[in-house]
C-alpha cells in the first residue's frame, strides 16, 4: 500500500482509520447515505451542546460564535472545491440546494430542464416541481446533449449517478451546450476530487463522502447575482421592510434560509480535519479492488466506464432488501436501491481488504 507515494503506508492508514469506532466491528459500506462519524466529530459536537446548555444561546457571544463558524465553513467548503467563500451558502442537504436553485430560476411550462433516468429524487423532485417541462434521458453525454432544444434552460445532473456510480462530464456537458448546469454533488464532494470551476451550480453534502453531521451542506452558486432569492429568510437578508422588500446579503449567502445548529457547523468543521491527503486516491484504488474481486467471485458488478467510489451489483435470486438485511445481521452495511435489481457499497479511504473480505463472505 506504501508503494506509490501517494498511498498512505499500512501504519499511517490504521492511524487514520483508527479515528472512526464504528470501523472497530462494523464493514461501513454506506458514505453514500451516511457517513461514519469520527471520534473527534462527536467531541466537538459535544463540547458545542455543553456550551449551548452551559452558556445559554442568546446574546451578542453566541450570535457573534455562530455567524463566525459560518463563515469559517463557507471557507472551508469553498476550498474544498476551488470556490471563492462568497459563492458558497450553507444548506440543510444538497435537495436544499436543488430547490434552492430551481426554484430561484423562475422557469414557467414554456421552459425545459433536461436530466437523467438515474437522478436522485432529491433532484428530479424539485425539477419537476419547478413547472418546467422536464426531459428526461439516459446518463450519457450524447443523449443530454442531444436533448437540449432552444427552450431548454437548464441542465440538472449528478457528477456520480448514485444507482451505479458512473462519472458524468459535467464541465464538458456545461461547454457543450452553453447552458446553466446545476450539478448535484451528493455522491462526488469528498468522493473523488471535485472542482466548481466551469459550473454554474454544485450542491455539497455534509454528512455523506465528508463524514459530518446530518443536516449540513452547501450550495455553491459561480455568479450569485444571476440567481433570484426565492426563498427569503432571517438569514437571506441584511435589512427588511414591513412590506416584504429587503436587501440580500452580498455573495451566495442571502441563499441560506436555514438555521445550522452550532454544533452540526462544528461538527462539519472537525470532520473536514480528519482527511488525510491521500484520501481520494486511496478511495478510487479500493473501489477498483472491490469490483475486481465481485467480479471475480462471479457478481453481476456494474462497471462504468467512468466511474467514482460507488460499487454496485444485480442481485439474483432474492431481493436486495433480503441481501442488505442479512449482510446487516453480520455487521456489512450496504443499501438496496428501491425500484431496482441493485444493491450498492460504498467504498471511502477508511475502507479495509478486511471489509471487502467480509462482503465477499456474507454475499
Known sequence: MGEN????????FEEARAQFPVLDRTAYLNAGSMGPLARTTGEAMRAEVDRDVLD???????????????????????????????????????TDGCNIVLAGLDLGPDDE??????????????????GARVVV???DAD??????????????????LWTTGQLLPVRELRERTGLPILVDGAQSVGA???????????????????AGPDSTGALVVADPERLRVARPSYFSRREHDPDGSFAPWPGARRFEHCWLATGSLTGLLAALDTRPSWA??????MAERFRARLGDEGVDVIVPEQRATLVSWRVRDEAPADVVARLAAAEVVVRDLPGTDLARASVGWW??????DRLVDGL
Open 5 to 12: 507515494p501517494a498511498m498512505p503506508s499500512e501504519q499511517e
Open 56 to 94: 445559554g444561546r442568546s446574546g451578542t457571544r453566541y450570535i457573534e460564535r455562530m455567524l463566525e463558524l459560518r463563515a469559517e465553513l463557507r471557507r472551508r467548503l469553498g476550498a474544498l472545491v476551488s470556490a471563492e467563500p462568497e459563492q458558497v451558502a450553507l444548506t440543510g442537504s444538497t
Open 113 to 130: 430542464v433536461v436530466t437523467t433516468t438515474d437522478e436522485h429524487f432529491g433532484l428530479i423532485g424539485p425539477a419537476h416541481a419547478s
Open 137 to 139: 434521458v439516459p446518463p
Open 143 to 160: 443523449r443530454i446533449g442531444e436533448a437540449v432544444t432552444a427552450r431548454t434552460r437548464l441542465v440538472a445532473v449528478s457528477q456520480v
Open 192 to 210: 473523488v476530487p471535485v472542482s466548481a470551476e466551469g459550473l454554474d451550480f454544485l450542491t455539497i453534502s455534509g454528512q455523506k463522502w465528508l
Open 280 to 285: 481520494f486516491e486511496r478511495a478510487a484504488e
Open 351 to 356: 475502507t479495509s481488504d478486511q471489509d471487502l
